[in-house]
């Protein structure tokens, strides 16, 4: 994917079993670079495999505007302790009560497929993010005290 141009964010998207689904998302620094990437890699070998490429047409900002800022006014959080069991969705679910949630994303084990207990959320404004924090940091969810930070 390098070859295009400069990778600014990459995910590739995930089965509860913690196995790739077999699709991804790359995003580059210039609208230039993404175009050269659909032009010049589709249809080329990838791990193996024949990839095709085109531009997201996902509604979700998130993918429009590249990944959250880095700054002390962040739109993401982190959040540790979750109870095992808890999936993406679930944390979206619970997350969505402080604010608008762009996309939530649960770490799984790369092996086992298991979740790692962490999980990150993104919202669609810092003050959402901010009022997560307030309403969730130390949080009991199903007996584990949620740790939650930006």
Known sequence: MRKAGEVVFADVMMLPSGRSKGCGIVEYRTPEEAQRAIQELTDTMLMGRQIF????????PVFKRGPPPMASASRQIFVRNLPLHVSWQDLKDIFRRAGAVIRADVKVDAVTGRSRGVGTVIFETTDDARRAISMYDRYDLEGCILEVRE
Not at 53 to 60: I, T
């Open 53 to 60: 490429v085109r531009e997201d047409r996902e509604d979700e």
